[in-house]
Structures are given as C-alpha cells and as structure tokens.
C-alpha cells in the first residue's frame, strides 16, 4: 500500500494589501427608493416564474421562487443596515436622543487614541458605524 502524505501546509496570511471599504451615506429617502427598486425588481421575477412554470413545469421554475426568497432577505437587510447606520448618525449629529444601545456602543482603544490625536477625517463616526454593523 502506498503511503500519500496528507497533512496540510501552512496557510499564508495577510498576503494581500488590506482595502479599505468605501462608506456611503444615504438620506432615509435614498434608503426607502433602493428598497421599493429592490422590491420590484424581485417581484418581476414573478413574471419568470409563470412563465417557465407555464413552459417547462420543471425545477427551475421553483428556483425562481427561492431566488426571490434570498434577494427579499438581502434586501430587507440592506435596509435595516442603512436605517441603523442613519439613525446612529442622527444620534452622533445630536439630532435624535440618544438611545441606551447607542451609549454601549464600545469603541476600540486604537480609535480612540487616533481620535484624541486627531488622526481621523470626520467622517470617522459613520466609517465605524457601517464596519460595527
């Protein structure tokens, strides 16, 4: 019986430049509208349904509807993500009060220190906020 070595080589880390994500803020009507162009479009898909489910009668007229499952829940969690990061904000710009989850919100000790030295731009609080949430 031949022996087959099968033990597994280190895996490489941090081999690749780290990219910083860019941060968008959308005002709450933004946010609303690509919700309403989300849901429409997952609702044409309805059309493709019926029509293949008309044609062919088939599984892939069933993976139409999963498809419409998962793009609902992507959809709704991209809202809940820009509602959350927006009213946040709102609270960080002191135009909404305060929250007792918004006073827990725990910050790193390094971004502290880059803030009591002035290190950050000011678009530092939402930068946080889109990576915390």
């Given at each position: 019986?031949?022996?087959?070595?099968?033990?597994?080589?280190?895996?490489?880390?941090?081999?690749?430049?780290?990219?910083?994500?860019?941060?968008i803020?959308?005002?709450l009507?933004?946010?609303?509208?690509h919700?309403?162009?989300?849901?429409?479009?997952?609702?044409?898909?309805?059309?493709?349904?019926?029509?293949?489910?008309?044609?062919?009668?088939?599984?892939?007229?069933?993976?139409?509807?999963?498809?419409?499952?998962?793009?609902?829940?992507?959809?709704?969690?991209?809202?809940?993500?820009?509602?959350?990061?927006?009213?946040?904000?709102?609270?960080?710009?002191?135009?909404?009060?305060?929250?007792?989850?918004?006073?827990?919100?725990?910050?790193?000790?390094?971004?502290?220190?880059?803030?009591?030295?002035?290190?950050?731009?000011?678009?530092?609080?939402?930068?946080?906020?889109?990576?915390?949430?």
């Open positions: 019986m031949n022996y087959r070595f099968l033990e597994l080589s280190p895996r490489l880390e941090e081999t690749r430049d780290r990219q910083v994500p860019q941060t803020k959308f005002e009507d933004e946010i609303k509208n919700f309403d162009e989300d849901l429409i479009a997952i609702q044409s898909l309805s059309n493709v349904y019926q029509q293949l489910d008309e044609e062919r009668n088939d599984a892939s007229s069933e993976l139409i509807l999963r498809s419409q499952v998962i793009l609902l829940e992507s959809a709704f969690d991209f809202y809940l993500h820009e509602l959350t990061k927006f009213g946040v904000n709102k609270i960080f710009e002191k135009s909404w009060a305060p929250t007792e989850k918004y006073k827990r919100i725990i910050l790193r000790l390094e971004l502290v220190e880059k803030i009591i030295n002035n290190e950050v731009d000011e678009n530092w609080f939402l930068e946080y906020i889109s990576q915390y949430y």
